[in-house]
């Protein structure tokens, strides 16, 4: 039997995708659950195009009228959650990739929180996703967030609309929209569960795609304090052991991720989806890292911010504090928002 759920995928392609890849998984996505919504952004001729490729049993919509963030991800988001007929919805991004056991499973655990956070993991695998994965493996040790320390911030959740309709929605002028999203859930009283065992496979990226995310991701941190404090100090620290000629202990502080990342692939059963190849690459990615944060930094400080959606965002994601002293502020009915997006 189908899951009585909504699928939702916020689209904006500004040039042709593959497109027939995605609508044959939607069509197989349309078999396991009852209602697939898409919320195509993309400019109209590829809009029409969409249309006519993807299957009648998807629904093909655009982004409520004036909706304008500049992450344009979460008016589509929001668009997609007003619009469908169920409580229990899952929202992705168009590269994500469920299998439907997993995608039961996070449907039922929506019993137990108001958001249920999964981990990607690519496949398959080119050596920049290997890369990107150890990323990956250490935050499912250690985020450096308070709120959410362990677990990777993937491009998929599954929520109850109502809990999400009845807050407002979630800020689109925020970069890290994922971390905005959960932040948010928390300090309106919604519980998240991360589910360090329950895997979804994600596309990678092209390799220009990739090259493109390097400081858009470092910029995240900027919603992270203590994370971007570390990242910050690690290229001036490991330069001062080596003019101190402290070359072991150098080489361990360029060795320690390897085997924190490890320790990451292997919790939860990790080892089944990510390679090994991904550990080893680890202080790479830390090493670069420790350049693009601040190169980050410095476009924070003179509010430059980066390149993403429909132009610049120079926030990455509001604070706890913040989003819980927005609590006095009223937030726009469920009905109004659904209304605005029928």
Same mark, same amino acid.
């Given at each position: 039997?189908r899951?009585?759920?909504?699928?939702v995928?916020?689209?904006?392609?500004?040039?042709?995708?593959p497109?027939?890849?995605?609508?044959?998984?939607l069509?197989?996505?349309?078999?396991?659950?009852?209602?697939?919504i898409?919320?195509?952004d993309?400019?109209?001729?590829l809009?029409?195009?969409?249309?006519?490729?993807?299957?009648?049993?998807?629904?093909?919509?655009?982004?409520?009228?004036?909706? $304008?963030?500049? $992450?344009?991800?979460?008016?589509g988001?929001?668009?997609?959650?007003?619009?469908?007929?169920?409580?229990?919805?899952?929202?992705a991004d168009?590269?994500v990739?469920?299998e439907?056991?997993?995608?039961?499973?996070?449907?039922?655990?929506?019993?137990?929180?108001e958001?249920?956070?999964p981990?990607?993991?690519?496949?398959?695998l080119?050596?920049?996703?290997?890369?990107?994965?150890? /990323?990956?493996?250490l $935050?499912r040790?250690?985020?450096?967030?308070?709120?959410?320390?362990?677990?990777?911030?993937?491009?998929?959740f599954?929520?109850r609309?109502?809990?999400?309709?009845?807050?407002?929605?979630?800020?689109?002028?925020?970069?890290?929209?994922n971390?905005?999203? @959960?932040?948010?859930?928390?300090?309106?009283?919604?519980?998240?569960?991360t589910?360090?065992?329950?895997?979804?496979?994600r596309?990678p990226p092209?390799?220009?795609?990739?090259?493109?995310? /390097?400081?858009r991701?470092?910029?995240?941190?900027?919603?992270?304090?203590?994370r @971007?404090? @570390?990242f910050?100090?690690?290229l001036?620290?490991?330069?001062?052991?080596?003019?101190?000629?402290?070359?072991?202990?150098?080489?361990a502080?360029?060795?320690?991720?390897?085997?924190?990342?490890?320790?990451?692939?292997?919790?939860a059963?990790g080892?089944?989806?990510?390679?090994?190849?991904?550990?080893?690459?680890?202080p790479?990615?830390?090493?670069?890292?420790?350049?693009?944060?601040?190169?980050a930094?410095?476009?924070?400080?003179?509010?430059t911010?980066?390149?993403?959606?429909?132009g610049?965002?120079t926030?990455?994601a509001?604070?706890?504090?913040?989003?819980?002293?927005?609590?006095?502020?009223?937030?726009?009915?469920r009905?109004a @928002?659904a209304e605005a997006?029928?």
């Amino acid at each position: 039997m189908r899951l009585a759920a909504t699928y939702v995928v916020p689209l904006r392609w500004a040039t042709p995708g593959p497109i027939d890849d995605l609508a044959a998984y939607l069509a197989a996505v349309s078999e396991w659950v009852d209602e697939v919504i898409v919320v195509d952004d993309s400019p109209p001729e590829l809009r029409a195009r969409h249309a006519e490729r993807l299957s009648p049993a998807v629904r093909h919509i655009s982004p409520e009228a004036g909706r $304008n963030s500049p $992450n344009g991800k979460v008016d589509g988001v929001l668009t997609g959650v007003a619009a469908a007929r169920y409580e229990r919805v899952v929202i992705a991004d168009d590269d994500v990739r469920w299998e439907h056991g997993p995608l039961e499973r996070a449907v039922g655990l929506l019993g137990e929180a108001e958001l249920v956070r999964p981990q990607n993991h690519f496949r398959p695998l080119p050596w920049h996703a290997r890369w990107d994965t150890a /990323r990956s493996l250490l $935050n499912r040790v250690v985020t450096g967030d308070r709120q959410f320390p362990v677990g990777d911030f993937p491009g998929t959740f599954a929520l109850r609309r109502d809990f999400l309709l009845g807050i407002g929605g979630y800020d689109g002028s925020a970069l890290f929209e994922n971390l905005e999203l @959960m932040r948010k859930t928390v300090a309106r009283g919604g519980r998240v569960l991360t589910v360090l065992d329950l895997y979804v496979p994600r596309e990678p990226p092209t390799f220009e795609h990739f090259r493109s995310q /390097r400081v858009r991701q470092a910029y995240d941190d900027w919603s992270m304090p203590l994370r @971007m404090a @570390m990242f910050m100090a690690l290229l001036p620290a490991l330069a001062g052991l080596l003019l101190q000629r402290r070359r072991r202990a150098a080489l361990a502080v360029i060795a320690a991720p390897a085997a924190i990342a490890e320790v990451g692939r292997r919790r939860a059963g990790g080892v089944e989806h990510f390679p090994a190849s991904a550990s080893l690459l680890a202080p790479l990615w830390v090493l670069e890292r420790g350049i693009c944060i601040w190169i980050a930094f410095w476009r924070g400080l003179r509010g430059t911010g980066v390149h993403y959606g429909r132009g610049r965002i120079t926030r990455a994601a509001s604070s706890p504090t913040r989003l819980r002293a927005d609590r006095t502020r009223p937030a726009p009915s469920r009905e109004a @928002m659904a209304e605005a997006a029928t």
